[in-house]
């Protein structure tokens, strides 16, 4: 077997080497047409380059396309620029693109590319000065020719969607050799005017030579000075001018320009009806009932302070009762009352019982001196007494004859002398 069969992967490999080996296949440029043309959703572009003869597969990655200042289309004519290659899982050649320009206008290109480069690199693309639009603009100034089919859709969008803006016409020439410099002075005139707060600065659809005048240095530099914001209105989507990279917005087309410029009245009302329908919504989920709940919270909280301040008050009156019964001033008061009340009986109870002793006291008196020998004497009785010793006579028997006697009347005494005695029978 002969020892110098190579696989197919050999085989592509070497053919790979050999193309990106030889010098005169790397940076070159190809000029042909677009077709087959895919803008991958990964960013890369496929398409073939042809001409009467002959086609090659190209493709140009994402990484290199971003910076494309058209967008290609099939039909298109171009100068590719890329290097051969072979992509070995089909075992194809193509042509790798890194830079691609429309074909016949290279020196329109190439100044394109140079200004833009310089511009940027002074910063005038730079997000960071790009204004925000006013949202209700009161005047839009528009730079612009005033014949062709753009002034009329500017205009007649403008009115349609939002009538209560005022339109300034600035008219210009929007192609030729004194168009850069025409644009450049209306965008200065608008500025000096001072009415306008907003400005739209574009043209209709053309060749590339016809809008070259918004690629000039004048026209990028009076919009990057412009005071009031600008939005960029040139050709048709796939135009992309220096003008667009400047300007603080740029819109596909003069239509969309004037879309972009000013709200439509109808969908304001629509949006301002719907606002206040979710305001009122909003209100009631968020104001009215949650007012309604506080009514409710404060009348119970009333009611429930109320409750428990009559509650309280009970309670402290009960308190302020049994503290009363506890306090050493009313217990002493009290016990005073008790006191003063238990005098009084013991008082009462003391005359009561001297009155009764009294009376007892004074029947006594008077029992005692009832039996009074001195009361007995005053109803007519008499004591003897033996007058040699003082003795007391109860008997006839203790006298003798010729005793002396002293008889005990009750107003006096008698000294008597015994003469007679004469014994008495008590039995009688």
């Not at 693109?97 to 833009?116: H, N, R, W």
């Not at 025409?182 to 907003?198: F, M, P, T, Y």
């Not at 009462?348 to 020998?373: C, E, N, W, Y």
Request: hydrophobic share 40%.
């Amino acid at each position: 077997m002969d020892k110098n069969i190579l696989s197919v992967k050999a085989l592509t490999r070497y053919i790979k080497m050999r193309l990106e080996g030889d010098e005169r296949l790397q940076q070159i440029w190809v000029q042909g047409e677009i077709s087959n043309f895919t803008h991958h959703s990964s960013g890369h572009m496929y398409f073939t380059l042809k001409d009467k003869d002959s086609r090659v597969k190209c493709v140009m990655f994402s990484s290199y396309n971003a910076s494309l200042g058209f967008i290609p289309k099939n039909g298109d004519h171009v100068l590719a620029r890329g290097s051969i290659s072979v992509y070995e899982r089909d075992g194809q050649y193509q042509f790798y693109v890194t830079k691609m320009q429309p074909d016949g206008i290279g020196s329109l290109y190439l100044a394109f590319e140079a200004l833009k480069r310089k511009l940027e690199a002074e910063g005038l693309f730079a997000e960071e000065r790009k204004r925000r639009l006013p949202k209700f603009p009161q005047t839009v100034g528009l730079v612009t020719s005033p014949t062709g089919a753009a002034v009329r859709d500017m205009i007649t969008t403008l009115q349609r969607r939002y009538p209560l803006a005022a339109i300034l016409l600035f008219p210009v020439q929007v192609q030729g050799k004194q168009a850069a410099r025409s644009i450049a002075r209306a965008i200065e005139a608008v500025n000096a005017h001072g009415k306008a707060d907003l400005l739209i600065v574009g043209r209709g659809g053309g060749s590339l030579e016809e809008l070259w005048a918004f690629n000039e240095e004048p026209v990028a530099r009076s919009i990057a000075a412009s005071a009031i914001p600008v939005i960029s209105a040139v050709g048709h989507e796939t135009d992309y001018t220096i003008a667009d990279f400047v300007a603080d917005i740029r819109a596909a087309t003069p239509t969309a320009a004037a879309e972009l410029a000013v709200p439509h009245l109808e969908e304001l009302r629509q949006s301002l009806h719907h606002l206040s329908s979710r305001l009122d919504r909003a209100l009631t989920a968020h104001y009215y009932e949650p007012a309604q709940r506080l009514d409710r919270l404060a009348q119970r909280l009333r009611y429930g302070m109320a409750q428990r301040l009559r509650q309280a008050e009970v309670r402290y009156q009960r308190a302020e009762r049994r503290l009363s019964a506890f306090q050493p001033s009313e217990q002493v008061r009290s016990l005073r009352q008790r006191l003063e009340s238990h005098s009084k009986q013991l008082a009462g109870a003391m005359q009561g019982l001297l009155h009764q002793q009294k009376l007892r006291f004074v029947g006594t008196i008077r029992q005692l001196d009832a039996l009074s020998p001195l009361k007995v004497m005053a109803r007519g009785y008499s004591l003897a007494y033996r007058v040699s010793d003082g003795a007391l006579m109860k008997s006839v028997r203790q006298a003798a004859s010729g005793d002396d006697v002293r008889i005990r009347l009750h107003d006096g005494e008698l000294q008597c002398e015994v003469k007679t005695i004469r014994e008495i029978d008590s039995g009688m």
